[in-house]
Each structure stands twice: as C-alpha cells, then as structure tokens.
C-alpha cells in the first residue's frame, strides 16, 4: 500500500506542476482527493490491512493529502498572479482605473435621536428596557386606569388581533411589565415602535417611535420629574433652554403635564418651526397615578413616580427641519443620504 501512495503522490505532483489552469487545478483536486478519487478510493483498502500497519498507512495518507492540497493552492494562485501580470502586460487590464468604492452607509436619523436619547438618559442613571410590540389589552388599557368604556381609549387606538391581543399603541404597558418583575426603585427608559389606528399624513403615521421613562421610588415628587426632565431638554436641545409645564390629562398619571421647551431655532422668538408661540411641546408627563401602582402591586402610600412619554419621529423633525413623518419610513435613500 505504501507503495501505492507513494506512486499517487509522484503521479499527481507531476500533474500538477504541468499544469497552466485554474480548471485544470481544480480536475486534479477532484482526481485525487475528491470523494471517488484516487486518494480515497486506497484509503477504503485500509480497513483491509493489518492493525498494525493501519496507523503508519494512516497518517502516510494523511501527509500526503496535505502536500497535495497546499500544492495545488500554491499553483493556483501562482496562476492566478501569472494571468494578472500578462493582463496588465497587455494593458487589458486598466490599472489607472479609479477602484469602486464601498458605500459605508448611515444611522436611520430616528435611531441617531433615539441614541442621544439613550446617552442623555442612562447618563443620569436610568436603564434601557425592551417590551414588545404584540401586547395584552390589558397592558396597554386596564392596567394603565383605562377602563373598556373610557371614552379616552380612542386616542389610544389600535389594530387588534384575536382577543385580548393588540399591537401597543403607546409605550407605557412596559411601565406595569417592568413593575410587576420588580421592586423599586424602578429608574427605566422604553424606546420602541408603537402603533395607532391614524390616518397617514404629513404628521401622522400608524407606526412611530416612542421612548418612555419610568422613575418609582419611596417620596418622589413633582420636583424629581422637573428636575430630570430639565437637564434631559438641555442636554438634547441646548445648555440655554426653558422648559414649560402645562397642565393636561392621561388616565395613568395625576396630575399630567405637557413640556414644552422654547424653540431652539427662534430661542423663543416666535418662527415657523414653533408656529410664532416661541415654545415647542416635546413631551407627556405627570407623577404615576395610584391605580396603576395598585394594579402593579404596589402601596401608593408607601411608592410614588414620575413617568413620560415622548416621540422621537417628532423630535426629529424638529430637529432637522423635515416636513412629513412618512420620509422615514419610505427608505428613500436621497432623503436617507442627507443624516
Ligand atoms: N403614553 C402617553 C402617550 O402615548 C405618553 C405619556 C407617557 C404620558 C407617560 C404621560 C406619562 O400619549
């Protein structure tokens, strides 16, 4: 047997030094190692052989295999090289020509604000949460002091799958989620996708982003809620801007303010981009009401929180001067291009 190897390897050298094509490379590879070659078909006598002989013949093999590999690499790249040179040689091959480059893409502009809302965020201490998507309508309504019948759910509303299920129309059921598996303190924020059964126009559209935040603890006030939303509008708009709370309604937080921030283009002068007022709304807030602690289970007598809500399709229109919230979703990449 060893004989037989030996004569193989000899043969197949042979062949491939002569050899001047890649495909011839290739034939040869396939004559000896492939699954019917050569190699392989003296490697099934080995069972045939005795034990003691079958782990020298082995390994012989084995080498063998090994040099005819790196041979053939070797030849074949050695004519690979040969083709490029006579390539150039006869100027077939344009070297001066300017080379493709690679286009190395860009950051979504929401994700490039969701991103400076995360910095700004778990720089004062909070932690990026997930929940998802397909929620319970109890999640998004119930739990959040949203009974079936109030008249509210309709600025909330969704698309329904089978009973009991809806894709969330807010970010704030991971509020309870996160609640419910924990016990404060609780310092969270939510960024993610939500959804609304609105009609698509410049301003609105069925799928936007959301990043909500969640702050519970023993003696949380107002202030707290003040004092954390101040820095996160100076961090993101500018070290000079003013914050306005101005009082609203959300089922799931009592009292519930909207913020505003005097417009980083005008600094409250009055323009387009704050419709002449000199403030733009940026967010909803208020301090978590009661039922929903309850409905987590927790004593609002012992915990209080702060929650928000904001939306960052909004902000980056602001920020960026675009008119129509459907530009980011319609992977136009002339729009794409400018972030
Ligand atoms: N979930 C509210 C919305 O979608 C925003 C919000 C969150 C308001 C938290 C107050 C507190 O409009």
Redesign the pocket.
């Known amino acids: 047997m060893q004989e037989a190897l030996e004569q193989l390897k000899s043969s197949a050298v042979c062949l491939i030094e002569k050899a001047s094509g890649i495909d011839e490379i290739e034939n040869l590879r396939v004559k000896y190692l492939g699954k019917k070659g050569e190699l392989t078909t003296v490697l099934k006598e080995l069972g045939k052989m005795p034990a003691d002989v079958r782990p020298v013949m082995g390994q012989l093999a084995n080498t063998i295999k090994n040099q005819l590999t790196e041979l053939m690499d070797g030849k074949k790249s050695e004519i690979e090289t040969k083709k490029l040179e006579d390539e150039i040689i006869n100027q077939s091959l344009d070297i001066t020509l300017p080379g493709k480059a690679p286009s190395p893409g860009r950051i979504h502009p929401i994700t490039q604000i969701l991103g400076e809302i995360r910095d700004i965020f778990t720089g004062l201490g909070f932690e990026v949460v997930d929940g998802p998507e397909v929620e319970t309508e109890y999640n998004n309504f119930e739990a959040l002091n949203i009974p079936a019948d109030h008249p509210s759910r309709e600025m909330?509303d969704s698309f329904y799958f089978r009973k009991g299920l809806l894709l969330r129309s807010?970010t704030?059921p991971v509020q309870v989620r996160v609640m419910k598996d924990r016990k404060p303190p609780i310092k969270i924020i939510v960024p993610g996708k939500t959804y609304r059964r609105d009609t698509v126009d410049a301003t609105h559209h069925w799928m936007f982003h959301?990043v909500?935040g969640l702050l519970v603890d023993e003696k949380v006030t107002f202030a707290d809620l003040k004092g954390v939303l101040l820095k996160f509008a100076r961090q993101m708009f500018g070290e000079t801007r003013k914050i306005s709370f101005k009082p609203s309604y959300?089922p799931?937080?009592e009292p519930?303010a909207e913020m505003s921030i005097d417009c980083f283009v005008c600094n409250g002068e009055g323009c387009r981009v704050c419709k002449q007022s000199g403030w733009i709304e940026i967010l909803?807030?208020?301090m978590v009401h009661p039922n929903v602690l309850r409905s987590a289970g927790y004593d609002p007598e012992k915990y209080t929180g702060f929650?928000?809500?904001m939306g960052p399709d909004r902000i980056a229109m602001l920020k960026y001067g675009i008119n129509d919230i459907r530009l980011f979703s319609d992977n136009d990449l002339r729009f794409l291009e400018q972030f």
Do not use: P
Request: proline share 0%; charged share 5%.
């Open positions: 909330w807010h704030s959301q909500e959300f799931f937080t519930s909803g807030s208020g929650a928000f809500g």
